[in-house]
Structures are given as C-alpha cells and as structure tokens.
C-alpha cells in the first residue's frame, strides 16, 4: 500500500511562487516514476511533470521554463516548485504514482 500526502498549496499572487511537496509511504517510491497532476475547475486532470528515480524530468509544454519537478528518495518526497504563477495555473495539484495511486490533492490559487 501506497499513501500519498501533499502539502504546500494555497493563494498567490499572479508571479508568485510556491513549492509543493508529496512525502509517500512504502518503499516503492524509490524506484518508481512520480508524477504531479493538475486540475481546473470544468478542465480535465492534466499531467503537469514526471520524475524519474535517477532524475529524469519531463514537463507539460504550459509549464516549461517555470515549474520544476525533483524528489528526495531518502525522504520519499517529491516537489514541484512553481515560479511565475499565473491565473492559469490554478488548480487541485495532485501526486501520483504509477500502481495508480493518488494523494487527496492541494488546492493552488493564483488570484491578486
């Protein structure tokens, strides 16, 4: 069993920053690819970035240059540092895991 806990979210103004952290149970998550998932009111669930276990990083096109994606494997954590922040980008940000687990997500609010 694979428990995911984020934390991090909240309201910030439009160019902000905010890091977000997922800290997961098991030790699967130390060989396994992490996700961050992303959802706006009346939009579907997007893939926002995917870490591997060595590093590896990719990214949503809308998020290139201003999000990124790392993980503590001692720590099982994964974060997502958001910089530039803008109306668009808030949403219920969610942790996955492959074996198809979710955390219960973290609210964003990019508002002035």
């Known amino acids: 069993q694979v428990q995911l806990v984020e934390s991090g979210g909240g309201l910030v103004q439009p160019g902000g920053s905010l890091r977000l952290s997922c800290a997961a149970s098991?030790?699967?998550?130390?060989?396994?690819?992490m996700c961050w998932y992303r959802q706006a009111p009346g939009k579907q669930r997007e893939l926002v970035a995917t870490?591997?276990?060595?590093?590896?990083?990719t990214y949503a096109d809308s998020v290139k240059g201003g999000f990124t994606i790392s993980r503590d494997n001692a720590k099982n954590t994964v974060y997502l540092q958001m910089n530039s922040l803008t109306p668009e980008d808030s949403a219920v940000y969610y942790c996955y895991h492959p074996a198809n687990y979710w955390g219960q997500g973290t609210q964003v609010t990019v508002s002035s």
């Open positions: 098991g030790t699967i998550f130390s060989i396994s690819v």
């Open positions: 870490i591997t276990r060595g590093g590896f990083t």
